[in-house]
């Protein structure tokens, strides 16, 4: 069994960390003899980095926990604990526990920062040579966080690759701030293409299946995404309008909102204006595409009805939830 020493302060019997064995032993001190069970990540004579990785929930307190976690993780590095209590900003290599899986990893990292700072023959590793070696990697094309960018290749076929995947919602922020794609985009992607091809295939018998609306297609679903949600929206207030008439005037919008757009330099384009419903709200549900609509949905609405619903439907003035 451990034998714990104790000091007196403020009237209380502490625990004195001492010699390494204490920190080895830590995890069976019964935790009603520790002076706390929890700390702030900030305001503390601490590295604030240092804590907010032992923080392991991201809540903003080191508790008890967390703290004898990241201490096991410590002793598991180290080849003896007592390097524990140097107190020293400097690591030598023969203190690493190499014959761990955490140790060796850590060993091979202080080795490549001391080489790649012209220090090879380095016995020990401190923390300045540590932090401008992150510096030093951050601003490299590849800095091993796992992320590629367009820069991070001279190859512009490759290059241009890269930028489309970003640009067509695969993109990962890498550890230098730059949008760039990695594992994950990269086999998103590829599912993405996958699916697109089966589409071509499944279709290639029956081209009305590709392209409804023949070569308009693309002109059609455009204009159908630009409206989408606020379609949704007008029914959905509809639906609610029929399940109870005393809802009517609040779906429209209260007196009060149009009386605050009111006082507004008004233009077509004015967010406010945008935010009201397509079209006024009724039990009869029929969206018009032209007329009685909302003047900053006008324009998307007649390019809606011109290239998406007369080549699907015919020419009509109105579409109701069915149409949609």
Do not use: Y
């Amino acid at each position: 069994m451990h034998q714990w020493r104790f000091f007196k302060a403020g009237g209380f019997d502490q625990v004195s960390l001492e010699r390494g064995e204490d920190f080895v032993h830590l995890a069976g001190l019964d935790q009603k003899l520790w002076a706390a069970l929890a700390c702030p990540v900030a305001g503390l004579e601490c590295d604030p980095s240092t804590l907010a990785l032992i923080d392991s929930d991201g809540d903003g307190r080191v508790r008890a926990p967390e703290l004898l976690a990241a201490l096991r993780w410590t002793l598991g590095a180290l080849s003896s604990p007592d390097e524990l209590l140097k107190g020293s900003d400097e690591l030598p290599l023969a203190a690493i526990d190499e014959q761990g899986g955490v140790g060796a990893a850590i060993a091979v990292a202080a080795r490549t920062v001391l080489r790649d700072a012209g220090r090879a023959d380095a016995g020990a590793i401190d923390m300045g040579t540590a932090a401008a070696a992150t510096e030093r990697l951050t601003a490299r094309g590849l800095n091993g966080d796992g992320v590629v960018n367009p820069g991070s290749t001279t190859d512009a076929a490759l290059a241009a690759d890269i930028q489309q995947l970003v640009d067509t919602g695969f993109a990962a922020s890498g550890r230098d701030g730059k949008p760039g794609v990695d594992r994950d985009g990269v086999a998103a992607a590829q599912a993405a293409a996958a699916a697109c091809l089966a589409w071509q295939r499944e279709g290639a018998g029956d081209p009305a299946t590709l392209l409804p609306a023949a070569e308009g297609t693309a002109a059609a679903c455009a204009a159908l995404q630009a409206v989408a949600s606020k379609v949704e929206d007008f029914f959905a207030r509809c639906r609610m309008a029929a399940f109870d008439a005393r809802a009517e005037a609040a779906l429209n919008r209260e007196e009060s909102a149009w009386l605050a757009l009111a006082a507004q330099d008004l233009s077509v384009s004015n967010d406010e204006i945008r935010n009201f419903p397509l079209a006024r709200i009724t039990t009869v549900a029929k969206l018009p595409l032209a007329g009685p609509v909302n003047p900053a949905w006008a324009a998307q609405l007649a390019t809606l009805r011109e290239v998406a619903v007369k080549p699907l439907l015919g020419d009509r003035d109105t579409l109701d939830a069915a149409d949609w």
